[in-house]
């Protein structure tokens, strides 16, 4: 696994995660693209503080090694 640990991840981020994970460059990018108009949900919310999460980064850790949901 190259010393990298599968992210912990909420249940929602994993939901989302399993709705996209077969085009999941397309989906983030068509997801930032469409920012506006997506609802103020817990997967959002968890998008806008990527600053503090680096959620992109999870999203693709999760896609190359698995991940874990928190407990």
């Known amino acids: 696994m190259n010393g990298?640990?599968?992210?912990i991840v909420p249940q929602f981020v994993a939901d989302w995660y399993e709705e996209n994970k077969e085009n999941?460059?397309?989906s983030i990018w068509e997801y930032l693209v469409n920012w506006d108009d997506a609802p103020w949900n817990d997967f959002k919310r968890w998008m806008s503080h990527s600053y503090d999460n680096k959620a992109i980064v999870t999203l693709?850790?999760?896609?190359?090694?698995g991940y874990k949901i928190e407990k």
């Open 24 to 26: 999941l460059d397309e």
């Open 4 to 7: 990298q640990k599968k992210p």
């Open 60 to 65: 693709v850790n999760m896609h190359q090694f």
